[in-house]
Nanobody, 119 residues
Framework: QVRVVESGGGLVQPGGSLRLSCTVS????????MGWYRQAPGEERELVAR???????RYGDPAKGRFTISRDNAKNTVDLQMNSLEPEDTGVYSC?????????????WGQGTQRTVSS
């Protein structure tokens, strides 16, 4: 069973920076595309950033120019560096691991970590 565990949540002041980390217990982590999503109170979950198995990245509108996603296949981790944080960045941040197996797409989700941006 693949486990996805997020870490790095907590409180940060507006304008600050923080780094979220996602660790995946998979023997072939390099075969998983990874993503970060967030859900603000009362809102639907939205894409923050994704990174493919080849290292190509894609960002949701709120993250462009401020956040950076990266992966370390040797450590089975994907990190999200967040800069210039705003109160609107508050929410539960979740990580997913996605892999193609034959004709199927298998997705594993973490429990999520709360990030609050407030003075």
């Amino acid at each position: 069973q693949v486990r996805v565990v997020e870490s790095g949540g907590g409180l940060v002041q507006p304008g600050g920076s923080l780094r979220l980390s996602c660790t995946v217990s998979a023997s072939r982590f390099r075969l998983y595309a990874m993503g970060w999503y967030r859900q603000a109170p009362g809102e639907e979950r939205e894409l923050v950033a994704r990174i493919t198995i080849d290292g190509d990245t894609r960002y949701g509108d709120p993250a462009k120019g401020r956040f950076t996603i990266s992966r370390d296949n040797a450590k089975n981790t994907v990190d999200l560096q967040m800069n210039s944080l705003e109160p609107e960045d508050t929410g539960v941040y979740s990580c997913d691991a996605e892999r193609n197996i034959g004709d199927a797409i298998v997705v594993y989700w973490g429990q999520g970590t709360q990030r609050t941006v407030s003075s």
